[in-house]
Nanobody, 128 residues
Framework: QVALVESGGGLVQPGGSLRLSCTAS????????IGWFRQAPGKEREGVSC????????HYADSVEGRFTISRDNAKNTMYLQMNSLEPEDTAVYYC?????????????????????WGKGTLVTVSS
């Protein structure tokens, strides 16, 4: 059975920090494109950050670049999202995901169609 399980969400004040974790089971995370996505109420799911399996490059949405950092620990089969300087607009359910990506020209792993396995999500609420 393959699965991704997120943890680390919660309530934080604006300007605060959280670190999300996502542990994979049933497969090796090393060989897959990995990413973090989020969905706020009434909005579509959007890519936050990801690491391409083709060139190992990290990508970030413009809204989080400079504040969030994605990482992976292959030994622990776990990916992380360090979130700093959080803003109320960051409030959403955060999902980790893995997949095979795409060879389409100019594809970036922030696009949801490149992912095929998703966690259940963890809620991040940024509020004073």
């Amino acid at each position: 059975q393959v699965a991704l399980v997120e943890s680390g969400g919660g309530l934080v004040q604006p300007g605060g920090s959280l670190r999300l974790s996502c542990t994979a089971s049933g497969f090796n995370l090393d060989y897959y494109e990995i990413g973090w996505f989020r969905q706020a109420p009434g909005k579509e799911r959007e890519g936050v950050s990801c690491i391409s399996r083709f060139d190992d490059r990290s990508h970030y949405a413009d809204s989080v670049e400079g504040r969030f950092t994605i990482s992976r620990d292959n030994a622990k089969n776990t990916m992380y999202l360090q979130m700093n300087s959080l803003e109320p607009e960051d409030t959403a359910v955060y999902y980790c995901a893995t997949g095979g990506g795409s060879l389409v020209r100019d594809y970036i792993c922030l696009q949801t169609y490149g992912m095929d396995l998703w966690g259940k999500g963890t809620l991040v609420t940024v509020s004073s």
